[in-house]
């Protein structure tokens, strides 16, 4: 009997996310978020008042004479006081009511008069116009189908992974904006193990929703510690943001009292001027020029030298130092720009850091792994009292890991973080299993530094990756391209006879031609409306304007979506020797390569599928036409500035209608006179192909031969 596949089940936060997202609709993902976190949060403290109402209720051992409506009772046990019309069984059971978006206002009203650490945390959107009450509803049931709050989820920190996940999804679905609550998880685990805070204050004064202390806190539990081994101390100056840290922070029993919003932010409004963290953590925003620099310019915290008025960087810089004790450590984010810039005074203020032996680590990170930018960041690492490796820096160049979770962002994996993370810890306690490595890794000296003007890029000191040359290798590698070369030879010889034959052919005389409209040979059909959310980084590709050229098709940048979402499109495959043109392009800016009308023939043997504004022209049943004449005729100068002109828009983009397209007049010879003149331009296309594989050929035959003098 054949053996049952198992299916392996998704974790309940993806699957969490898969439904609440469906029910989304039109909302913005920037407003929906508070919807689901306000709710999946609300949840969470209504589980946990309950279980420690029923227990109260039954009044046994130490609960023997308590009163379950008593708040006392609940500070006592650190658990929020949810007053009756704000409990989820209540609100469940007025769920399908039209009047529910108003109930939830009004129970995220009573719940913070009742919890004085909530107030003005909690969000108060549910009634809004654009939230339907019917899919508001059907959230409701969905939140209220797993336990988030009872103790043994608690002990799982199912609601942790749920928000955490969502924050992150959320901030995907967000882009730019995203990376203004949210930092990679992938990041903020690198930036916490690489400082390892056991014990004492740590310190965000641009915090976020909160991740640099959630991390912390799994740091210190995991290696034996207490939860109040460690006291955090934040800042944020976008109130909606500090909402989500403190929601965040309350589910998993971080004290968040020390976690301070005001909106003029932590330059200009400092909320913890007297601190002295043990570690700070935080990814501060990058290259920011609206910082108010110029109102600052004698700032205590600018003792080793004021940052330029157009740029916060160093500005953040030495706000860390301000605040970390006399054997303080730091770590953060920064824009790659701070290790080399010499703008205003940053090279000043980047020469004193070093002198004074602050900095122990620099890495340089891949592009794509935030949401906010795609430009390459790095993470430095801030020392004030080094124990070891004094007057030395470690720098490494990591721009080659991570790979793509989808074609927009990057994420270093588990093991990649662990490579960084001993690399880091080897060096620093003088292991001898630290050495330094090409291409990747490099211990210097000031000195060393001084020699390059200060700049800490660890591109400029790594050097570059040596490969070993393999004399066997390069010789069977010669001999290949040998062979394939004379191979490629034989056939062009081929195809130049070919050639010569069919003009030797041709004869002058006139050909006879009738008046046509494509519309008389083809149906057109456009491709499939799939949504932002549906592209993946792998699975089916897809076909966009972006990928159709004049005459051929780039493959080498192309989206994918998954099987569930292929199996819902099947009408929009792709099938070999289609002829696809773009509906949507440019009028005459920007080159023929990005102008309405491109036509190129579809040559794969697998499946793609076609997203909207590209058009797939079919031949009809039956009909006397030879496709790749018509494929030649349409995609020649003439048409193609014909569709341009044809074409509708305002400014410069421009859009073809099925119709416009189908009623297009086309001169055709004979049938057997489209079979010559085609056969003809795809014997001259073909020599063309195969020059260029020659010359490929003679370029890595190149390369062989130098490689082979090396050895």
């Not at 978006?101 to 009004?106: A, E, P, V």
């Not at 499946?607 to 030649?632: M, P």
Request: aromatic share 10%; charged share 30%; net charge neutral.
């Amino acid at each position: 009997m054949a053996k049952k596949k198992e299916t392996k089940q998704e974790p309940i936060e993806k699957q969490l996310w898969k439904a609440a997202d469906k029910l989304r609709k039109n909302i913005d993902a920037a407003e929906y978020k508070h919807i689901v976190l306000g709710l999946i949060f609300l949840k969470y403290i209504s589980d946990s008042f309950e279980e420690l109402y029923a227990k109260l209720q039954a009044g046994e051992g130490e609960y023997a004479g308590a009163d379950p409506e008593d708040r006392d009772e609940y500070r006592a046990e650190n658990v929020f006081f949810v007053p009756p019309s704000a409990r989820w069984s209540y609100l469940q059971g007025r769920a399908k009511l039209p009047e529910i978006g108003k109930d939830i206002d009004n129970a995220m009203d009573a719940i913070e008069r009742d919890n004085a650490s909530l107030k003005g945390v909690l969000p108060k959107a549910f009634a809004k116009e654009n939230l339907d009450p019917t899919s508001l509803g059907q959230l409701i049931d969905l939140i209220s189908n797993i336990a988030l709050g009872d103790e043994v989820s608690r002990s799982q920190d199912v609601l942790g992974k749920v928000y955490e996940y969502f924050l992150g999804e959320f901030a995907l679905a967000e882009g730019k904006k995203g990376g203004q609550f949210y930092t990679p998880e992938s990041i903020v685990k690198l930036l916490v193990e690489m400082l390892q805070p056991y014990k004492g204050r740590v310190f965000d004064p641009c915090c976020g929703s909160g991740g640099m202390f959630v991390q912390s806190e799994k740091f210190t539990l995991s290696h034996q510690g207490k939860i109040n081994d460690i006291s955090i101390y934040g800042q944020e100056s976008n109130q909606t943001t500090w909402r989500l840290a403190k929601m965040n922070l309350a589910i998993r029993g971080i004290d968040s009292s020390q976690v301070k919003w005001n909106n003029e932010g932590s330059f200009l409004n400092n909320a913890h001027k007297d601190l002295k963290a043990d570690y700070i953590i935080a990814n501060p925003p990058f290259n920011d020029s609206d910082w108010g620099g110029n109102l600052m310019r004698n700032d205590a915290r600018w003792k080793y030298g004021t940052p330029p008025d157009k740029n916060a960087n160093f500005g953040w810089v030495q706000h860390f130092l301000y605040h970390m004790t006399p054997n303080g450590k730091a770590g953060f984010v920064l824009a790659n720009g701070s290790l080399t810039s010499n703008t205003g005074s940053e090279g000043e203020i980047r020469q004193k850091l070093i002198n004074n032996d602050l900095v122990e680590c620099i890495i340089s990170l891949p592009d794509k792994l935030f949401y906010s930018t795609h430009i390459p960041a790095s993470l430095w690492f801030l020392n004030k009292n080094k124990q070891q490796r004094k007057g030395e820096i470690l720098l490494i160049d990591a721009r080659k890991l991570g790979s793509l979770r989808n074609k927009n962002l990057r994420a270093l994996s588990p093991d990649e973080n662990q490579t960084l993370i001993n690399t880091f810890q080897n060096w620093k306690n003088n292991d001898e299993n630290y050495s330094d490595i090409e291409g990747f890794c490099i211990s210097i000296s000031e000195e060393e530094i001084k020699e390059k003007d200060y700049e800490l890029n660890p591109g400029y000191y790594v050097g570059v990756e040596e490969n070993t040359l393999d004399e066997a290798l390069i010789d069977n590698k010669i001999i290949d391209l040998k062979e394939n070369i004379d191979k490629w030879i034989e056939e062009e010889k081929e195809i130049n006879n070919e050639i010569s034959d069919i003009v030797e052919n041709i004869t002058l005389e006139k050909v006879e031609k009738s008046e046509y409209k494509l519309g008389d040979f083809f149906t057109l059909k456009g491709g499939a409306s799939f949504k932002s959310k549906d592209f993946k980084s792998k699975g089916y590709p897809v076909i966009k304007i972006k990928n159709v050229k004049a005459r051929r098709l780039l493959l080498d940048n192309i989206d994918f979506i998954s099987k569930e979402t292929s199996d819902q499109f099947q009408n929009y495959k792709i099938k070999n020797n289609d002829l696809l043109i773009t509906m949507t392009g440019n009028r005459f800016e920007g080159g023929k390569d990005s102008w309405v009308g491109k036509v190129a023939m579809f040559k794969e043997n697998k499946d793609y599928y076609l997203n909207q504004r590209v058009g797939i022209l079919k031949l009809k049943e039956e009909v006397d036409i030879d496709l790749n004449y018509v494929y030649y005729l349409i995609s020649n100068d003439y048409y193609q500035e014909l569709f341009v002109k044809i074409a509708r828009g305002s400014g410069g983009q421009s859009n073809l209608s099925p119709t416009q397209i189908l009623s297009t007049k086309i001169m055709l010879p004979s049938y057997d006179d489209q079979v010559k003149f085609s056969a003809i331009i795809k014997a001259i296309d073909r020599k063309k192909y195969i020059n260029k594989v020659i010359n490929s050929y003679l370029t890595e035959s190149n390369k062989a031969i130098f490689q082979k003098s090396r050895v």
